[in-house]
């Protein structure tokens, strides 16, 4: 029991007897399970959850809590099962210790996967209790502290994961402590001679700044006394990490990020947090733009505190946060704080905003296609640099540096983000695009019948709104991808119609396809992964009853009208740019639907010998919207021709997509324009415009 006791020690300080006692019961089951294992270091296994619980009992978390780091890999690695945990030490330490447990009874395509799924496991299990994150924290924090038993190539990726996923958690999560010392291992271990010489230069720096540090806070500390405050002032010691992350992202040398003097300044209540900021600008000159109130406005992990950059004695720069002894311990413990100080009040700051952040995960794991989509959007999550700006009421949003109006639509509500269609921010119009900055109103304005642009992917920057859109475009395809299989579903089988075969025999069908619905069927058949040809031919062998082959040849289907506006399941090809009235072929591609070529397109020369990749379409009489169209444009040199020719396409209602000029020699130029025309009528109007203009040398359609 001698490696308990530690831990019991520091039990003791906060639990009852009768719960050390459940803790010590877990601790015998967790040595027995665990006996004979060792760990990299040669160590026995169970150093390990002792280790763990011990951390977590440093933020003094509860008897579930340290009971579940004991026993957290138990499951995994030995004969007792949940339901033995269950039993004998409640649901609850159950169902935290199997949402910290790896997924390595499943097999996975690839590590990538595997990790990802592992990932969205634990992440869903931290929807439910919090807990199961902050004891894979404390598990993640331990193994890191203890890397240099293992190979070079695991240390390296065990870190990166750190950086990349876990440090971020504990950041989202106000675990500041945790945050700190998962940064300055994986920095360590990732970059191990960076590491050192920053720290050789950190030692050196120490030395020559002692006598300024003292004078700066000695002058702070007389100067608050002075004003009748009560207050606690400490120098703040710069992580290496954060030192190198500076110098690499703003391109600072060590000297600029080292003249730099940190200061906290700790006081008895809000008011008296106001009251320092003031005291600390009479006292030396602040930094005009440098100041910021996370009081009034806490940070996305609930943190709070003010602060301000100054210019100090002998100009050095001096960087001030003054906060409560509260906000101090929020800012160091965060949803732990719910553990450490409660004190009559059940929820802080950063536990609330860590509800909020984990109702968005529920989203982001509804949308998501796969766990790696699924951490995708997760990881853009954990990066956020704040902008606040307001909605028209005057309530303040908060959102990632970067985040467009789109961005701010969705984290209103998801149905505002589907239907937006337009923004004003402080009340001008402007486009979805546009990065927000600090202190903006932003309207949006929505549309019913409106839905998200796929564009959108290309700006937005928040989880909530990716995950959102490719939700709805999935859908949409999905359902865009039904109707077009139905319809060549259709065409295949005439003269007959899908209204002619019964149920049963659709049934059949979908069975011998091993589908679940007969929608699924016509799914894959409209991107391409099922034959139509082939569906007709099973549904007419069902009905028949018989083996016999019914042969239905390609040639023999009738052609698939098209209008143009069949959604993302049918494409138009950037190579030829067909429109309305060329005569047009469809090239299957397999999972993506269809895509329209001009049957005298070069790029399909070899499929088109294919005839299960084609299909037969042409255009309804119906077309609607405007088709791209390229056009180049051999002109003599002479003034003001960009500004004839764009004058007389716009006054042809063409829409000018793009332009691009190419200057061949003195004499002549060729203008190559991307138009929107709504047919071949339409397109051959404009030609005939050109062709009379007398600096016309040559036009041509493009591609030719």
């Not at 940070?299 to 100054?310: D, E, I, M, R, V």
């Not at 659709?506 to 034959?531: P, Q």
């Not at 190419?662 to 415009?689: C, M, P, Q, W, Y």
Request: proline letters at 3%; a neutral charge.
């Amino acid at each position: 029991m001698y490696l308990f006791s530690g831990l019991e020690e520091k039990l003791n300080e906060y639990l009852s007897e009768e719960q050390v006692n459940q803790i010590r019961k877990a601790y015998c089951l967790a040595k027995d399970s665990h006996e004979g294992q060792l760990r990299s270091s040669g160590d026995p296994y169970i150093t390990h959850p002792v280790a763990v619980a011990r951390i977590l009992a440093e933020m003094r978390l509860d008897v579930q809590s340290i009971m579940a780091a004991l026993l957290h890999d138990v499951i995994e690695d030995t004969d007792v099962t949940r339901e033995d945990i269950a039993q004998d030490f409640g649901e609850q330490v159950a169902r935290l210790v199997e949402g910290v447990t790896k997924l390595t009874q499943i097999k996975f395509r690839s590590r990538a996967e595997a990790q990802a799924e592992n990932f969205r496991k634990m992440m869903m299990a931290m929807t439910q209790d919090i807990r199961v994150i902050l004891i894979k924290l404390a598990d993640r924090l331990h193994n890191m502290r203890t890397l240099g038993a293992l190979r070079l190539d695991k240390r390296s990726r065990i870190a990166k994961e750190t950086s990349e996923i876990y440090s971020p958690i504990a950041n989202r999560l106000g675990l500041y402590d945790v945050r700190a010392e998962l940064d300055e291992l994986a920095f360590n271990t990732m970059h191990p001679g960076r590491f050192r010489v920053l720290k050789e230069a950190v030692i050196k720096s120490r030395g020559n700044r002692k006598q300024l540090v003292g004078e700066i806070q000695s002058q702070i500390e007389n100067c608050i006394t002075n004003a009748g405050l009560h207050c606690k002032v400490e120098g703040r010691e710069k992580l290496l990490s954060s030192i190198y992350r500076k110098m690499r992202g703003k391109r600072m040398a060590f000297k600029d990020i080292m003249d730099v003097y940190g200061f906290r300044i700790i006081v008895d209540t809000v008011d008296g947090c106001y009251r320092v900021l003031g005291l600390m600008h009479n006292l030396y000159s602040p930094v005009i733009g440098r100041f910021k109130d996370y009081i009034a406005i806490p940070k996305a992990n609930g943190y709070q505190s003010l602060h301000t950059s100054l210019v100090g004695p002998h100009g050095v720069h001096v960087e001030v946060q003054i906060r409560t002894q509260e906000m101090h311990y929020m800012a160091h413990s965060g949803v732990a704080a719910h553990w450490l100080y409660k004190s009559g009040v059940e929820t802080n700051q950063a536990e609330i905003r860590a509800r909020e952040w984990m109702r968005n995960l529920i989203e982001f794991q509804k949308n998501a296609g796969d766990s790696i989509e699924f951490i995708e959007n997760v990881k853009i999550d954990l990066f956020p640099d704040e902008v606040y700006v307001f909605t028209p009421h005057g309530k303040i949003m908060e959102l990632p540096s970067g985040a467009t109006p789109v961005d701010f639509a969705f984290h209103i509500h998801t149905d505002i983000g589907n239907s937006c269609v337009a923004a004003k921010v402080d009340r001008q119009l402007v486009p979805l695009s546009t990065p927000l900055s600090n202190g903006q109103t932003v309207e949006i304005i929505t549309a019913s019948g409106a839905r998200p642009n796929p564009s959108w992917l290309s700006f937005v920057v928040t989880g909530k709104a990716r995950s959102n859109i490719r939700h709805f475009i999935k859908n949409l395809k999905y359902d865009e991808a039904v109707n077009l299989g139905k319809k060549l579903v259709e065409k295949a089988l005439d003269p007959m119609t899908l209204n002619q075969f019964s149920e049963d025999t659709i049934r059949l069908v979908v069975r011998a396809m091993k589908k679940g619905s007969i929608e699924s069927v016509f799914a894959d058949v409209g991107l391409g992964t099922i034959s139509p040809i082939i569906m007709a031919t099973q549904l007419i062998q069902a009905s028949s009853g018989s083996d016999e082959t019914h042969d239905i040849r390609p040639e023999s289907v009738k052609p698939l009208a098209i209008k143009g506006t069949e959604g993302l399941i049918l494409t138009f090809s950037h190579c030829c740019r067909p429109i309305p009235g060329d005569t047009i072929v469809g090239v299957i591609n397999q999972g993506n639907g269809i895509a329209i070529h001009r049957s005298e397109c070069k790029k399909i020369v070899d499929v088109r010998k294919r005839p299960e990749k084609c299909i037969s379409v042409e255009w309804e009489d119906t077309t609607e919207g405007d088709f791209k169209v390229g056009l180049m444009v051999d002109v003599f040199n002479r003034r003001g021709v960009l500004a004839q020719l764009t004058n007389m396409i716009s006054n042809q209602d063409a829409n000018i997509i793009n332009i691009e000029i190419d200057e061949r020699d003195g004499s002549h130029n060729v203008i190559t324009f991307l138009l929107g025309v709504s047919n071949r009528v339409h397109l051959a109007t404009i030609i005939k415009k050109i062709r009379v203009m007398p600096f016309t040398n040559k036009i041509t359609r493009m591609p030719s």
